[in-house]
């Protein structure tokens, strides 16, 4: 008790009085307000920021396109321009290209696991205040609609005049009132789950207890999970494009995803719309099987390694379907993953440096590649290790489309505007802190290269991050370390070799803060 009361009155003793929101006095980020996640002032950037795109709504007429790629589990390392690639038995070729030519982000951070990623980049908040913490399974009863009261990016976009589609993986809900199309988009076309829930039902190698088993394949199929390729719009039109019978039909998956995204692409440049576009992967989430074109497509001959392959190639494409359509020029693409690799599956997983994997606040767990490219806007050959969050792609994408006034004002707002990061030629990141949360624990934060871990996850067993695995406690004092000096998160510097722990902890304080005025939703996974 007296260790927490002396820990709570130094950390007050290092807070700045009088803000909006309270920061340590290492913070050079501002609160403006304290529904908004406080961001570093960058004025000579947002005016060349502003210049730059009031000279391309002269030039073109309108606001620009918007298209994430989504890659499932990618490792940070998996990519050649993150030094994966060839290196590792798999080129990316495509992918390094937009590296190359734009701005690699070498901290962009996502959340530990695939659906809370989603969430928070459609909402621009972090999913322990929407209640979406974990996936949603078959077999779930969720008490409240997450959805329901959100403001989403897509929803946004559409008021302003774009036409927004998700073409690919969703994984943040399959009922009525939680599908995209029900949330925003326009339009959809995908799968509701990701790529192992489909696979497992055919698999009688690896869940023959499952497959072999008539009884219990009789009880799996009676939890009523969707199993099919859908078609929706937002007038509530739903439709069944092609159901899952075989691994094949799965395996094939991302090229059916890829065709729809060329096709798309190409009709709605013959509109007058611009059009946000979130393409989400089922690959390279495990268990991957690779398309017949793909297989052995990779040096390395393994699954993994073909998928990875295949995505890259799909990427390729599709920008170049943007550049035939004549819209390369007026579409910022962004390229990430929603987690790390999932080592529970190794060897179909990707490859991070970093400690840990998905499932873990670590950075192997929650530190993606984030590869920005927007021809003749964001100047070729750029890297920056400012920080990232996936949730700024929330923000970012609602300034580009001119509808800042639409985010909301009655909650909590944790995602920043980083356009001018992205395309001021030395621009440099708006954010200072990134905050970390294992479901509804918050275990960690980075600030400038300072990582700051209260809990810690655990792997009883090599590569298992997820399946056995334990979250525990720090003692005495929290674990810091210097992601300069110390990027594997191996040797904590503490006491000994940092200045700014109280500091950290100060900044941690007063992101817990924030949950008195705007509490977070319960919607039954356990927040």
């Known amino acids: 008790m007296f260790r927490a009361m002396l820990w709570s009155i130094l950390l007050t003793s290092l807070l700045v009085p009088g803000s909006a929101l309270a920061q340590s006095k290492l913070s050079r980020a501002v609160a403006t307000s304290d529904h908004m996640q406080p961001a570093i002032p960058r004025p ?36 050649g321009a993150y030094g994966g690639g060839e290196a590792i038995g798999a080129a990316t070729p495509n992918i390094d290209q937009l590296a190359a030519e734009g701005l690699k982000l070498t901290s962009t951070y996502a959340q530990y696991t695939c659906t809370p990623t989603r969430a928070a980049l459609n909402t621009g908040r972090l999913p322990v205040r929407t209640g979406l913490i974990r996936p949603i399974l078959a077999g779930d009863n969720v008490t409240v609609n997450p959805w329901e009261g959100e403001v989403s990016l897509p929803k946004i976009l559409s008021d302003h005049g774009y036409y927004t589609m998700l073409v690919g993986k969703w994984h943040v809900g399959e009922i009525e009132g939680m599908r ?84 798309r692409i190409g009709e709605l440049a013959k509109g007058d719309k611009p059009f946000f576009i979130e393409h989400a ?21 393994y699954p993994y390694k073909d998928a990875v392959v295949e995505v890259d190639a ?33 060897p179909d997983s990707g490859y991070t440096p970093f400690r840990g994997a998905k499932g873990t606040t670590w950075e192997g767990g929650v530190r993606v590649p984030g590869v920005a490219y927007w021809k003749g806007m964001i100047k070729p050959g750029r890297v920056s290790d400012g920080l990232f969050d ?13 509808g800042d006034e639409e985010i909301p004002t009655d909650r909590y707002i944790d995602g920043i505007d980083q356009t001018s990061f992205l395309l001021a030629d030395d621009g440099q990141s708006k954010r200072e802190n990134v905050y970390m949360w294992l479901g509804a624990q918050f ?14 996850i655990m792997p009883d067993a090599s590569n298992l991050w997820i399946d056995q695995a334990t979250l525990n406690d720090v003692a005495l004092a929290p674990w810091v370390f210097n992601l300069y000096v110390d990027p594997r998160e ?31 939703k319960d919607i039954g996974l356990g927040n």
């Open 314 to 346: 799909y990427i390729g494409d599709i920008v170049r379907a943007l550049d035939e359509a004549g819209e390369l020029e007026n579409t910022l693409i962004f390229v990430t993953s929603d987690n790390g690799p999932q080592l529970d599956s190794w």
């Open 390 to 402: 996936l949730m700024d792609l929330f923000n970012t994408s609602v300034h580009l489309a001119g």
């Open 180 to 263: 995209p199309h029900d949330i925003g988009f326009d339009e959809f076309y995908g799968y509701y789950r990701a790529q192992k829930e489909y696979i497992q039902r055919f698999d009688e190698h690896r869940y023959g207890d499952l497959v072999l088993d008539k009884d219990k394949r009789d009880r799996y199929d009676s939890i009523g999970a969707d199993d099919t390729l859908t078609y929706g719009l937002k007038d509530g039109t739903t439709q069944v494009v092609e159901k899952i019978i075989s691994i094949k039909d799965m395996a094939e998956g991302d090229g059916k995803l890829r065709d729809y995204t060329v096709k």
């Open 44 to 79: 000579e950037q947002d005016g060349e920021a502003a210049r730059k795109l009031a000279d391309f709504e002269a030039r073109t007429g309108r606001k620009p396109n918007i298209l994430i790629f989504i890659i499932d589990d990618m490792g940070w390392g998996d990519l």
């Open 443 to 456: 275990t960690a934060m980075r600030m400038r290269e300072y990582k700051i871990h209260t809990k810690v």
């Open 490 to 520: 191996q040797y904590a510097v503490g006491h000994r070799m940092n200045a700014w722990q109280a500091s950290l902890g100060a900044e941690m304080k007063a992101h817990v803060a924030t949950f008195r005025k705007y509490p977070p």
């Open 281 to 301: 992967f089922m690959k390279v989430h495990a268990d991957d099987w690779p398309s017949e074109k793909f297989k052995g497509a990779s040096a390395s001959k």
